[in-house]
């Protein structure tokens, strides 16, 4: 699996968007790119994965580069429940994949 | 989305005993599931990955007999951990597929 690299902290104020870059650089043409959350003490939450396009639940948003080598989560409009370590993964297509976790950035949401 | 659930979420046990931890997916069958362990400030690190009817992958400088791994059935995988001793205690999660992965709520282990 590429590897990613992110930001080890950021802070964000409460009903602002939070974006969290991630650069990927060595990604393959059949690895999608995943982003997790974990809030202390819990397993990680799935959030939002693509190929190349941009994609938008009811989470965020994921913004990728026509590149592919680096994306940004968006979270439109941060609670302090989104005070989290996000985690953003490539991953091989196959269906047996693992995911190998980097360091992740801590998200402080602020009042 | 589809459910895994861990058991026990956290666990006391006096050194040199075994502990069982178990991961089911409760809505969906998985042919493969995958533990990872925890310590604290620092990110997941893959142990194993569990394949429903044959032995676990173990990633390197992890003793698979230390670590015993079962996948009996399509919607359970137990982890095992022998003769527990203090440096075991960490934080056990698993994982399993389903279209992506989805997560247990974890297992806080504290050997004494």
């Known amino acids: 699996d590429a590897k990613t690299t992110q930001p080890p902290s950021m802070d964000c104020a409460e009903g602002r968007a939070a974006n969290l870059p991630c650069n990927h650089s060595?990604?393959?043409?059949?690895?999608?790119v995943y982003w997790y959350r974990q809030i202390h003490s819990q397993g990680p939450q799935y959030i939002i994965h693509g190929l190349k396009n941009n994609e938008t639940n009811e989470m965020a948003s994921l913004i990728i580069t026509e590149d592919r080598k680096s994306s940004t989560l968006i979270l439109p409009h941060a609670t302090l429940r989104d005070t989290a370590v996000y985690y953003c993964i490539v991953r091989d297509t196959g269906t047996a994949s693992k995911l190998t976790f980097g360091t992740g950035t801590r998200l402080q949401v602020t009042l | 989305g589809a459910v895994v659930s861990q058991h026990p979420s956290w666990v006391i046990c006096k050194s040199g005993t075994s502990v069982k931890i178990e991961c089911r997916s409760l809505d969906f069958q998985a042919t493969t599931m995958f533990w990872y362990r925890q310590f604290p400030k620092q990110s997941l690190m893959l142990m194993a990955t569990?394949?429903?009817?044959?032995?676990?992958?173990?990633e390197q400088g992890v003793e698979k007999d230390k670590f015993l791994i079962n996948h009996a059935s399509l919607t359970l995988s137990t982890l095992t951990v022998t003769s527990a001793h203090p440096e075991d205690s960490s934080f056990y999660i698993c994982s399993a597929i389903h279209e992506k992965l989805f997560f247990g709520s974890g297992t806080q282990l504290s050997v004494l």
């Open positions: 569990s394949n429903e009817g044959s032995k676990a992958t173990y």
């Open positions: 060595t990604i393959s043409g059949n690895e999608y």
